[in-house]
């Protein structure tokens, strides 16, 4: 299933967040959205789960979501938002309980998605027992065992120190390298943006409009840290946003 955009603006009363947004999410990719603070990245996300409506343009899903797919839009969040009397497996069958699937169809699902986060030996810790990156990982399992069509994740590493950052970037890439995954990606990082995205779209300034849209053709699996043509981008996608950052926050600090 794709997504896509077709001319999104948007204000809440008359303050303008976005302005005429058009944008294909397709199947198989990882879309990240960056922007200077305020420019309506994660207004954009909520269109596109459909958790608000924009006041003009359309949001559209195109295209069937797969068979077994409990929940076409999942959500991964920077807090991770589990429950924390809940084991690491029981956080993960909460979401399959709201489906009524439990027993052994749920264990099955249960134990693919620990084994694809590499948490099979942790199934039965609390959160509290894990660290800020184990915690991620445990609510990206839990995202995939709904087998979205489409993860949206709202700066999902940056409460994250920076080299359990880099780990969890490398378990995304191998997560997707070995079943492809469809995802809009926002944050603030633009490290994170060359390394995850097949495409980066630049927003403008509030009201966010579209500046770039950046390809990038490495395959995921072959962005490695420090890699110069990375290093390229990333200081491409600075000077795209640099200004807009500097008035954004300026912006913000006059109110
Ligand atoms: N429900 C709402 N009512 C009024 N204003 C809102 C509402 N939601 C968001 N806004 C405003 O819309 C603008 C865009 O917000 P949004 O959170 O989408 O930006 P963002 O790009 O994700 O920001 P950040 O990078 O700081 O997380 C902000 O100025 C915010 O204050």
């Given at each position: 299933m794709d997504i896509r955009l077709e001319n999104v603006s948007h204000s809440y009363d008359n303050f303008?967040?976005?302005?005429?947004i058009s944008l294909e999410i397709p199947h198989g990719r990882i879309v990240c959205i960056v922007g200077p603070s305020g420019c309506g990245k994660s207004t954009l996300l909520r269109f596109i789960g459909g958790l608000e409506r924009p006041k003009q343009g359309r949001v559209l899903q195109v295209g069937t979501p797969p068979?077994?797919?409990?929940?076409p839009l999942t959500y991964i969040f920077q807090d991770f938002a589990l429950l924390p009397w809940r084991s690491v497996a029981g956080n993960i069958s909460l979401v399959l309980e709201d489906h009524g699937i439990k027993g052994a169809a749920a264990k099955e699902i249960i134990d693919d998605v620990l084994a694809r986060t590499k948490l099979t030996d942790f199934a039965k810790a609390l959160p509290k027992q894990l660290s800020g990156g184990m915690k991620q990982r445990v609510a990206i399992a839990r995202a995939l065992a709904v087998n979205p069509a489409v993860m949206l994740m709202d700066e999902p590493l940056s409460a994250l120190d920076s080299q359990t950052r880099e780990l969890l970037m490398d378990d995304l890439v191998s997560l997707w390298t070995r079943t492809p995954f469809t995802a809009v990606y926002v944050t603030h990082n633009l490290a994170e943006a060359v390394r995850l995205g097949h495409s980066i779209v630049v927003l403008s300034r509030r009201p966010g409009q579209i500046r770039e849209i950046v390809h990038l053709d490495t395959p995921l699996a072959e962005r490695q840290f420090g890699d110069p043509e990375l290093d390229r981008q990333q200081r491409h996608l600075w000077q795209l946003m640099r200004d807009e950052a500097r008035a954004a926050d300026a912006e913000l600090l006059d109110v």
């Open positions: 303008e967040v976005m302005r005429d068979a077994d797919c409990l929940n």
